[in-house]
Each structure stands twice: as structure tokens, then as C-alpha cells.
């Protein structure tokens, strides 16, 4: 690189990002199953908080398109795609002490996917940013393999 920094904030910042398309992903298929084919979802009303299984998965439908989209703006270091991802994900995870009754584990798994996204979207912005944004054409080492660099010379067998 040219710089000589690290790049690791921003692999959080592409960790976060590809967390949304994950998870987004996961909400659209569980809201289209809830649509098509209520028969499927397993809920019982004493340990599920639900009105109503249609607009449960229109909710899951919603929220994951809504996820898509920040997600896919994070990976393109866009500062809007940063704060409605903050307020995105604390309301997912919010979300998830609701279905805690009916789906421990996953309630769990969600809510720590929520709190390393969270982590990423909090820390570091400025210089995560500033390298997902990077110019690689002004890196002289651009396009070679370690090995065609100077510090890797070749061997002449």
C-alpha cells in the first residue's frame, strides 16, 4: 500500500457490510416462507410475540430489503449507509428479544451478528472509509504479485 497503514478497520467496515447481505438475505426468505406458506412457520402464541403471521413476514420482507440496501451502500463506504446501519441493526437486535421465547438460539446468533456489526459501524469510521474508498491506481505495487515486486526479486534457476 501506498500509505502503509492498515486496512483492517476497513475489512471490518466489508465484515459489517457482508453481515447486512447475510442477514437481509435470511429476513426476505423467512418473509416470503411466512407469505407463501404460513402452514411452515412454527410459532407458538405463548412463547412467540406475533399478531399475525402475514404481516410478520411482510415486516421480515421489509427490514431485509431495508438491510440489503445499507449493506450494500456500506460497501461502497457511503456515511448514510453508516448511521441507518447503526439504527437498522439496534432495532434488529431489539427485535430479536421478541422471538427469544420461540427461538432461543437463533434469537442469540442474530443478536451477536447485531453486536459485531454494531462494533464495526461504531469504531474507526474516518479511516475504515478512507480505505474502502481506495485509489488502487495510485498504489505502485497495483496489480503485481508479491513475488514480481522489489522486495521478492527473482530467481534465476
Given at each position: 500500500m501506498a500509505t502503509g497503514r492498515s486496512r483492517g478497520w476497513?475489512?471490518?467496515?466489508?465484515?459489517?457490510g457482508?453481515?447486512?447481505?447475510?442477514?437481509?438475505?435470511?429476513n426476505i426468505f423467512q418473509g416470503f416462507v411466512a407469505l407463501i406458506d404460513d402452514?411452515?412457520?412454527v410459532a407458538t402464541p405463548d412463547k412467540f410475540v406475533l399478531v399475525d403471521v402475514t404481516?410478520?413476514?411482510?415486516?421480515?420482507?421489509?427490514?431485509g430489503v431495508l438491510m440489503l440496501g445499507i449493506g450494500i451502500g456500506l460497501l461502497l463506504g457511503m456515511t448514510?449507509?453508516?448511521?441507518?446501519?447503526?439504527?437498522?441493526?439496534?432495532?434488529h437486535a431489539v427485535s430479536q428479544v421478541a422471538w427469544f421465547?420461540?427461538?432461543?438460539?437463533?434469537?442469540i446468533l442474530m443478536i451477536t451478528f447485531?453486536?459485531?456489526?454494531?462494533?464495526?459501524?461504531t469504531a474507526r469510521w474516518s479511516a475504515a472509509r478512507e480505505d474502502l474508498r481506495?485509489?488502487?491506481?495510485?498504489?505502485?505495487?497495483?496489480?503485481?504479485?508479491?513475488?514480481?515486486t522489489a522486495a521478492y526479486p527473482r530467481r534465476v534457476t
Open positions: 476497513a475489512g471490518w467496515i466489508a465484515f459489517a457482508t453481515m447486512l447481505l447475510v442477514i437481509s438475505s435470511i402452514e411452515r412457520v404481516s410478520w413476514g411482510w415486516t421480515l420482507i421489509l427490514s448514510w449507509a453508516r448511521f441507518a446501519g447503526i439504527v437498522v441493526v439496534a432495532l421465547g420461540a427461538y432461543p438460539i437463533w434469537a447485531d453486536t459485531f456489526v454494531l462494533f464495526a459501524l481506495y485509489d488502487d491506481q495510485a498504489d505502485s505495487m497495483y496489480g503485481q504479485l508479491p513475488r514480481e
